[in-house]
């Protein structure tokens, strides 16, 4: 937050809320300890697919975001030009134009990179629905609306960012520490169709199981119940 007006703002309701919601256990902590504030860990919702199902696995590689430096899209175009062989799919808006115009210009540059630009939202399920794998390449994240997405459509991910280690510990993807790690999963996950599909199956139950609307809104229900204790009503999330 720029400004110190907002960040006032932002203070000022934070402190004076009857509940706060995180979206990982790591941002509870931080609120904890830079604010003093208790907090509870609530999963997000998750739309189940309406595209109608399709076996066109068209994309192996797909990334969405917003063009901006923070997620850093020209790691995907470094990966690119090492997988010269898999096609990877860029799509995400302007937030900036001169940097969306620069990352574009070096993408039309390699034969094996679509940008596609803003989707949008009732539209974007269909990609991933064609895609093999996602990518996350950001050096900072809340929790990835765009990891539900993936794993509701059967979708592994590859990602730097792994939001309170679930990647890790519920074999949802590969969660990297380098870009070597990064280029080898993706590789890996191309060629062995029987670990993505497994990878894939295991992320679509963990959606359904933890990120179904019904079940956040009924965490939400039961936190606003008068009388709640917040700090015994945490999501399962990890």
């Not at 300890?33 to 696995?57: D, F, I, L, Q, W």
């Not at 280029?183 to 295991?202: K, N, Q, V």
């Not at 809104?217 to 009388?227: F, S």
Request: net charge neutral.
């Amino acid at each position: 937050i720029r400004l110190w007006r907002d960040r006032k703002l932002y203070e000022y309701g934070l402190r004076r809320a009857d509940l706060v919601a995180t979206q990982t256990l790591a941002q509870s902590n931080l609120l904890r300890e830079h604010y003093g504030v208790p907090s509870v860990t609530v999963n997000m919702a998750v739309e189940p697919p309406t595209e109608t199902a399709s076996k066109r696995c068209d994309i192996d590689v797909l990334w969405v975001s917003n063009l901006r430096s923070v997620k850093r899209p020209e790691l995907v175009l470094e990966l690119a030009r090492q997988l010269p062989h898999v096609n990877f799919t860029l799509a995400g808006g302007v937030v900036y134009q001169d940097y969306y115009d620069e990352i574009a210009a070096a993408a039309a540059r390699l034969p094996n990179v679509t940008m596609l630009g803003h989707i949008p939202y009732e539209a974007i399920g269909a990609l991933f629905a064609r895609s093999r794998v996602f990518l996350n390449t950001s050096s900072v994240e809340g929790f990835p609306n765009t990891f539900l997405q993936a794993w509701i459509r059967g979708v592994p991910v590859v990602t730097f960012f792994d939001p309170d280690r679930l990647v890790r510990q519920h074999r949802l993807g590969i969660a990297a520490d380098s870009l070597p790690d990064m280029r080898a999963a993706l590789a890996r996950l191309l060629i062995d169709d029987a670990e993505r599909e497994a990878l894939g199956a295991r992320a679509r139950r963990f959606a359904q199981a933890q990120f179904s609307p019904a079940q956040v809104a009924r965490q939400y229900l039961d936190l606003l119940e008068p009388g709640a204790q917040p700090d015994q009503c945490f999501a399962t999330s990890g």
